[in-house]
C-alpha cells in the first residue's frame, strides 16, 4: 500500500525546487528545507511528484536535477485562457482572456492610450458585501489554502511565528517591485545584521529598513490595526520615510498634482476630493467581511486614488496585510511575482479601471505566498500559551533590558524587579524564567520581533559579552 504524503509536504519541495528554474539537487533541496526529513523519505516524495507530474526529474543518481514541469510552471506557448489550479503555481502568472487583453493595451506606446483621469463611480460603485471583486470560489480557496493549521488565537499570532522570515521575503519582494536592486541575501544581512550592501544606492536600503519598520509596526500591533487613518496614515509615514523630496509629506495626505510614470492616467488634484476618497476607502474597506476581498479591495483602490505624494502602491501592498494579519491566515509577501506583469495589472485599473490582471496577479501570488509559509510553518510547534498570554509584558522586560544595555548581572536585577511589580505572584517564578531564558536566546536573527533596531541590538551585545 502506497504511503500517504501529507499536501503540504510536497508544496515545500515544490516551493525549493521553483526557486531554481535552472534545476536543483535532491542535496539542495534537502538544504533549502527548513523542516528536511530523512533522505530515503525525501527520495520517495520527489519520485511521488514526478510520478505526479508534478516535477521533471532530469538525469539519475546523486546528480539528478529536478524542475517544475512546463504543465505546471506554464512555461508552454501560450498564456492565455482560464487559468488552473496547476498553472496557479506557474514561473508566470497564467492569465485569463480579458487579463491577457489588458496586458495587450498597456503594451502598447503612449502615444497609443487613451488619456485617462479618475473617475469616482468607480469607487462609488462598490457596495460592501453586495459587490466583490473576487468570486466565492476564488475567496473560498484562498481561505483553504491561507488558514494555517492552528488553534483559534488571538489577532497576528501566525505572523508573529514567522515574522523573521516575513520581515525579509515581504520587505525584499516588495521593494523588489519598485525596483530595488537589493539581492535576497543582501535583504537578509541588511536586516539581521545591519550591513548595508557594498555598491548600492542609500535610497534602496531606506527603502528596505522603511519595509522593515512598516511590518513590525504592522505586526507588533495586530490587535489596533484596522482601516482607518491611525493604521494607513502611520504605514505611509514608515514607508516614506526618508525617501520623500518633503519630508513633511510622510504620513500626510497629497496636496500637490502628480503624474504617473509610464502612463496615460491623471489622478485627482483637487485635497479636499483627495481627502474625501480617501475616507470613503477606508469606510468602505472596513465594512467589508471577507478579508481576502479586504486585501484586494485597497490593493485595488489605494493606488488608483493616489492618495500620497509617493510610495502608493507600497502602502497598498502592505495595507492588504492587515486583514490577513489580524485573522492569523497566511501573509502575502509577493514571492516571485514579476515586476513587469504586476506594473502591467497596475496600468489596467490606472488606465482601464479594469481588475482582472490584478485579480491574478493577487490569486496567484497569494497561492505562492501560502506554500512558502507552508514549509516556514512546518519547522515550528504549537504556540506556548504562557508566552501568549504575557508576550506585551516579555517586550517590554526584555526591551528594557537591550535598551538599557544591562549586562547579565544587572539584567537579572532588572527581570526580577519588573517581574515583583507587574506580575501576580503564581506566576512569577515562570515568568522570571522565561524572560530570562529569552534574553540568554537573543541573538540577530531574531531580535526584530521585540521591535529593537540593529543599534540597540548592538549596543546591548557588546555589554551583555563582557
Not at 535532491?26 to 528536511?36: E, K, M, N, R
Request: aromatic share 8%; with cysteine; proline share 5%.
Amino acid at each position: 500500500m502506497a504511503r500517504f504524503i501529507q499536501e503540504e509536504h510536497l508544496q515545500a519541495i515544490e516551493a525549493a525546487v521553483r526557486l531554481r528554474p535552472d534545476g536543483i539537487t535532491a542535496q539542495q533541496i534537502h538544504d533549502s528545507l527548513t523542516s528536511a526529513p530523512p533522505r530515503r523519505t525525501l527520495q520517495y516524495r520527489l519520485k511521488s511528484l514526478v510520478d505526479g507530474g508534478r516535477l521533471i526529474m532530469e538525469g539519475s543518481g546523486r546528480w539528478a536535477r529536478y524542475r517544475v514541469s512546463r504543465e505546471v510552471s506554464g512555461t508552454g506557448p501560450s498564456v492565455t485562457g482560464s487559468p488552473t489550479a496547476n498553472a496557479r503555481s506557474a514561473v508566470l502568472p497564467p492569465l485569463s482572456d480579458s487579463s491577457a487583453a489588458i496586458q495587450t493595451y498597456v503594451r502598447q506606446p503612449l502615444a497609443a492610450r487613451q488619456p485617462v483621469g479618475y473617475d469616482r463611480t468607480f469607487l462609488d460603485s462598490y457596495r460592501p458585501n453586495d459587490t466583490y471583486y473576487l468570486s466565492h470560489a476564488d475567496r473560498r480557496r484562498l481561505r483553504e489554502i491561507g488558514k494555517p493549521k492552528i488553534a483559534e488565537q488571538p489577532a497576528g499570532t501566525y505572523a508573529r511565528q514567522i515574522l523573521n522570515r516575513l520581515l525579509i521575503d515581504l520587505s525584499w519582494n516588495s521593494s523588489r517591485l519598485e525596483g530595488n536592486t537589493y539581492s535576497l541575501l543582501d535583504t537578509q544581512r541588511l536586516i539581521d545584521l545591519g550591513e548595508e550592501a557594498q555598491g548600492k544606492e542609500r535610497l534602496e536600503t531606506q527603502m528596505i529598513l522603511n519595509h522593515k519598520d512598516a511590518i513590525e509596526f504592522l505586526v507588533g500591533t495586530a490587535d489596533e490595526i484596522g482601516f482607518n487613518r491611525y493604521t494607513v496614515l502611520n504605514l505611509h509615514a514608515l514607508l516614506a520615510n526618508n525617501l520623500l523630496a518633503d519630508s513633511d509629506a510622510a504620513g500626510r495626505l497629497r496636496r500637490i498634482g502628480v503624474g504617473i510614470e509610464g502612463s496615460v492616467f491623471h489622478p485627482l488634484e483637487t485635497p479636499p476630493l483627495i481627502e474625501e476618497c480617501f475616507d470613503q476607502i477606508l469606510a468602505t474597506a472596513s465594512a467589508i467581511v471577507d478579508p481576502f476581498e479586504q486585501a484586494f479591495f485597497v490593493m485595488v483602490q489605494l493606488p488608483y486614488l493616489q492618495p500620497f505624494d509617493d510610495v502608493n502602491k507600497r502602502v497598498s501592498r502592505l495595507a492588504a496585510n492587515v486583514p490577513l494579519i489580524q485573522a492569523n491566515l497566511s501573509p502575502l509577501s509577493f514571492e516571485s511575482l514579476p515586476r513587469d506583469v504586476y506594473t502591467q495589472a497596475v496600468l489596467g485599473v490606472y488606465e482601464l479601471r479594469r481588475i482582472d490582471l490584478l485579480r491574478d496577479v493577487f490569486i496567484w501570488a497569494y497561492e505562492r505566498s501560502a506554500a512558502r509559509y507552508v514549509a516556514v510553518r512546518q519547522s515550528l510547534g504549537e504556540p506556548d500559551p504562557f508566552r501568549m498570554r504575557h508576550r506585551k509584558a516579555l517586550h517590554t522586560v526584555v526591551g528594557a533590558v537591550v535598551r538599557g544595555r544591562m549586562d547579565k548581572k544587572h539584567a537579572a536585577a532588572q527581570v526580577d524587579a519588573w517581574t515583583r511589580q507587574n506580575i501576580e505572584e503564581p506566576e512569577r517564578e515562570r515568568f522570571r524564567e522565561v524572560a530570562e531564558r529569552e534574553l540568554l536566546n537573543l541573538h540577530e536573527g531574531n531580535f526584530a520581533r521585540y521591535r529593537i533596531s540593529p543599534r540597540e541590538f548592538a549596543a546591548w551585545r557588546e555589554a551583555w559579552t563582557r
